[in-house]
């Protein structure tokens, strides 16, 4: 049976023990992603209280972080999303993503809707990549993907 959370803290609980194991393990978000066959954007984001995991992920994410029954269970549930508490954020990294939706929302709504017409990107149907690149002038430089699908406007 599908059972969803109503209240963050159990998962945001959940995600504190988690992140201790995977600290004391010394594992990578790419490990935790490979015992489970899915994308490291989705298991981080599931691990951290964003997303479901499928039971037989859920069950192989406990095993490797030596979590207990309940917490494979909780992995298991829909979560009350949202990682972000109110308020213009303070940590840095999210910060500047912050800013860049200040700077470019705007910009990447106009383009959305220029191109694709009155709708909405799906942060659900949604694939997520982070790729580190060789930046021309020296240094690295962070490539991004963000790919939903995109929902259309219906009238009714």
Same mark, same amino acid.
């Given at each position: 049976?599908?059972?969803?959370?109503?209240?963050?803290? &159990?998962?945001?609980?959940?995600?504190?023990? &988690?992140?201790?194991?995977?600290?004391?393990?010394?594992?990578?978000?790419?490990? *935790?992603?490979?015992?489970?066959?899915?994308?490291?954007?989705?298991?981080? &984001?599931?691990?951290?209280? %964003?997303?479901?995991?499928?039971?037989?992920?859920?069950?192989?994410?406990?095993?490797? =972080?030596?979590?207990?029954?309940?917490?494979? @269970?909780?992995?298991?549930?829909?979560?009350?999303?949202?990682?972000?508490?109110?308020? *213009?954020? +303070?940590?840095? +990294?999210? #910060?500047?993503?912050?800013? @860049?939706? %200040?700077? #470019?929302? +705007?910009? =990447?709504?106009?383009?959305?809707?220029? %191109?694709?017409?009155?709708?909405?990107?799906?942060? *659900?149907?949604?694939?997520?990549?982070?790729?580190?690149? &060789?930046?021309?002038?020296?240094?690295?430089?962070?490539? *991004?993907?963000?790919?939903?699908? #995109?929902?259309? +406007?219906?009238?009714?």
């Amino acid at each position: 049976m599908v059972h969803a959370q109503f209240d963050n803290s &159990a998962r945001q609980a959940l995600a504190n023990k &988690a992140v201790d194991a995977k600290i004391r393990k010394d594992l990578s978000w790419q490990q *935790i992603a490979d015992v489970c066959g899915l994308s490291v954007a989705f298991v981080t &984001a599931a691990v951290l209280g %964003q997303h479901p995991l499928p039971k037989a992920s859920a069950e192989a994410v406990s095993e490797l =972080l030596g979590l207990d029954a309940d917490d494979t @269970m909780v992995l298991q549930t829909i979560p009350t999303r949202g990682s972000i508490p109110g308020g *213009i954020p +303070t940590d840095p +990294t999210i #910060y500047r993503f912050h800013e @860049m939706l %200040q700077v #470019y929302g +705007t910009t =990447l709504k106009a383009l959305v809707h220029e %191109q694709l017409g009155d709708g909405i990107i799906s942060a *659900i149907n949604f694939k997520l990549d982070v790729r580190k690149v &060789a930046d021309p002038e020296g240094g690295e430089r962070a490539v *991004i993907t963000l790919d939903g699908k #995109y929902l259309p +406007t219906r009238p009714f």
